[in-house]
């Protein structure tokens, strides 16, 4: 087998040392599936570990890149054979294990799902990590009596990835969205996924009292922090939350209030899923949460542009899905 092109972490310095490099396949992490790459992606969770500026490498030295897609070339498990198109993605691909930045990935079969039809490799690594949790959210709020005659939904972070999906997936449900960024420039973009109002988190009236004017029946928070604290405080009678990112910060303070009047439901949304939820979400991701404007999320750029794509999304210069082509189908 020739050698594996990878781009390496080696430490969370600031600037972390990172580099690409070659393997020799006895170099990557144990698994019962290999995969060649054709395709990964830069999330913002991938950034932070590549620069540094966030602990996420759990061991080092470790291949970055949280999700993949490509074919299976030697499977160990009864679920895969040579030739399928998989995706990679969750436990600890890209922060404990090799991730997808390489031409060549050994993994656990639980990390690895087929890609559904229609879906393909482009589409699936458009989706990503990103769409899987827009998704997932959007599953548990339905779960959670979300419905479009309810109000309008609050989608913070809009030019995000998971949020870009998330707005693209509730439009196409019936979903009065609002989008909330801190990029105007973007707001044709936003509508063009679906978003009805385009505002800036600036246009929010401040949210400071325990109980402020409800607004919205539901939110998806890339943000954590100081806007996930307004956000219990506006929400409607029976509102929803998805709460799956931390981008503005880790810590919020709120009170009981919103909880116990308003029975707000904060519902917290992790990827890392068993194979039986993966499945479902995935079937989900082809069929009626299938996003329509994939083709308009992903900005797709060679396997050498990384550490530039890596440096853009960690100073949030980026839109939409950042994919990285790092050995493409003919
Ligand atoms: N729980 C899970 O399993 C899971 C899975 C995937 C992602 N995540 C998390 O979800 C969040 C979004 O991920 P992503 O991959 O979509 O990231 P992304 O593509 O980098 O998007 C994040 C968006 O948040 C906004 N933003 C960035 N920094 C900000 C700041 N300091 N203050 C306020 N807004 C800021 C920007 O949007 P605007 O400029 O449009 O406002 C940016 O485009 C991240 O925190 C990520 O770690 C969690």
């Not at 020739?2 to 600037?15: S, T, V």
């Not at 779960?143 to 990835?161: H, I, Q």
């Not at 996003?291 to 853009?312: C, S, T």
């Amino acid at each position: 087998m020739p050698p594996i092109n990878a781009y390496l972490i080696e430490d969370d310095a600031q600037p972390a040392r990172a580099g690409f490099t070659t393997l020799a396949s006895t170099q990557l992490d144990p698994g019962d599936v290999e995969v060649d790459i054709h395709y990964a992606s830069v999330n913002y969770k991938d950034a932070l570990a590549a620069t540094g500026r966030g602990r996420i490498i759990r061991r080092f030295p470790c291949v970055g890149g949280i999700d993949a897609v490509g074919t299976v070339a030697v499977s160990g498990s009864s679920r895969f054979k040579a030739g399928d198109s998989v995706v990679v993605h969750g436990h600890g691909f890209g922060v404990s294990h090799h991730g997808g930045w390489a031409t060549r990935a050994r993994v656990p079969a639980d990390w690895v799902n087929r890609i559904p039809s229609p879906l393909t490799e482009l589409d699936a690594i458009t989706i990503g990590v990103a769409g899987y949790t827009a998704a997932l959210a959007v599953d548990l709020m339905e779960l959670n009596g979300l419905k479009p005659s309810g109000g309008r939904v609050l989608v913070n972070g809009a030019t995000g990835g998971v949020a870009g999906i998330g707005i693209d997936m509730l439009a196409q449900r019936g979903f009065h969205v609002v989008a909330v960024t801190s990029k105007p420039e973007h707001a044709p973009y936003l509508k063009e996924l679906g978003a009805r109002e385009v505002i800036t988190a600036a246009e929010l009236p401040p949210a400071t009292r325990p109980l402020e004017k409800a607004q919205w029946a539901g939110a998806l928070d890339s943000l954590g922090g100081e806007p996930l604290a307004a956000l219990t405080r506006t929400m409607d009678r029976d509102g929803v939350i998805a709460s799956f990112g931390n981008a503005a910060g880790h810590d919020f303070t709120t009170s009981v209030m919103p909880f116990i009047l308003r029975g707000v439901r904060l519902i917290g949304v992790n990827s890392d899923n068993p194979p039986d939820v993966r499945e479902h979400v995935w079937q989900r991701l082809a069929t009626d949460l299938r996003p329509r404007h994939l083709g308009r999320i992903a900005q797709v750029k060679p396997f050498e542009a990384l550490p530039q794509v890596v440096l853009d999304v960690a100073d949030g210069r980026n839109r939409g899905r950042n994919v990285i082509a790092v050995n493409p189908t003919p």
